[in-house]
C-alpha cells in the first residue's frame, strides 16, 4: 500500500512569505504527527493530531507556525511570515494510534531565502 | 519529562562484525521504545520496538535490540554488519500512557567498511 506522501518536496520561499506544507498519511491511520529535523539531528516534535482534533501543540516554535487536519486524514502545516531560522526539513508521519510505530514521509525540505 | 541519549556520534565497524549501537532513555512510566534508520536523501525506516514482553526484540534487516531496565537502555545490534547498513540510527522513547510525543536521540551514524 502506499506509504506517507508529502508535498512539495521542497521549497524554497523569500522570506516574509507565508508557506503550506501537505501530509497525506496512511490510509487508516488515527494519529499524524509533525516533526522538524535539522540537519544531522533527530527529529523534533511539532504537534500531532488523533483524527481530526489536535492533541499536543507543545513543540510548535511560536504562534507563525499553525496545523490543521480537518477531515482527519489530510494535514497542512502552515507557517506564516517565513524567517530564515525556519529553514529545515519538515516531516510528517503517522500511525494506526498512539501505541504504534510511526511511519515517515519522505519530508519538505524549506528553505527560506 | 522524556529524554533519549545516544553517546556516540559515529560507530564504525568492519563488514562481517557485530555491531552495538547504544541508545539510553529517561521517561516517567514504562516506555515504548523504537529504532529508526535513516539512509542518504531518505525518510526514516521503522526497524523494531519493545512495548512489552521479551527484552530482546527482532526486527527488520537482521537488526535486534535488548531492552534492559535497570539500565535504563535499549541497544541496538546486529550480529554481522554489512556495508549496507551503513546510515543514520535513531533511537526514540515515548510512555505507555499514550499521549506523550515520541522523542528522539541525536542519531548515530554507523559506517560499515568492507
Known amino acids: 500500500g502506499a506509504g506517507v506522501s508529502q508535498s512539495p518536496r521542497y521549497k524554497v520561499t523569500k522570506r516574509g512569505q507565508d508557506v503550506a506544507l501537505r501530509c497525506d498519511p496512511i490510509s487508516g491511520h488515527v494519529s499524524l504527527y509533525w516533526y522538524r529535523q535539522a540537519l544531522g539531528q533527530g527529529p523534533e516534535f511539532l504537534t500531532y493530531f488523533n483524527y481530526e482534533a489536535q492533541q499536543d501543540k507543545s513543540g510548535l516554535p511560536n504562534d507563525r507556525f499553525s496545523a490543521e487536519r480537518p477531515e482527519g486524514s489530510i494535514s497542512t502545516l502552515t507557517i506564516q511570515r517565513t524567517e530564515q531560522r525556519d529553514s529545515a526539513m519538515y516531516r510528517c508521519?503517522?500511525?494506526?494510534?498512539?501505541?504504534?510505530?510511526?511511519?515517515f514521509g519522505p519530508g519538505t525540505r524549506l528553505t527560506v531565502t | 519529562a522524556q529524554s533519549v541519549a545516544q553517546p556516540e556520534d559515529q560507530v564504525n565497524v568492519a563488514e562481517g562484525n557485530p555491531l552495538t549501537v547504544k541508545c539510553t532513555y529517561s521517561v516517567s512510566g514504562n516506555p515504548y521504545l523504537f529504532w529508526y534508520v535513516q539512509y542518504p536523501n531518505r525518510g526514516l525506516q521503522f526497524l523494531l520496538k519493545?512495548?512489552?514482553?521479551?527484552?530482546l526484540v527482532k526486527g527488520s534487516y537482521g537488526f535486534e535490540a535488548e531492552f534492559n531496565k535497570s539500565q535504563t537502555s535499549f541497544h541496538l545490534k546486529k550480529p554481522s554488519a554489512l556495508v549496507s547498513d551503513s546510515a543514520l540510527y535513531f533511537c526514540?522513547?515515548?510512555?505507555?500512557?499514550?499521549?506523550?510525543?515520541?522523542?528522539f536521540g541525536k542519531g548515530t551514524r554507523l559506517s560499515v567498511i568492507a
Open positions: 508521519a503517522s500511525s494506526r494510534d498512539l501505541s504504534y510505530e510511526q511511519y
Open positions: 519493545y512495548i512489552t514482553g521479551d527484552n
Open positions: 526514540a522513547v515515548t510512555t505507555t500512557r499514550g499521549n506523550t510525543p515520541l522523542v
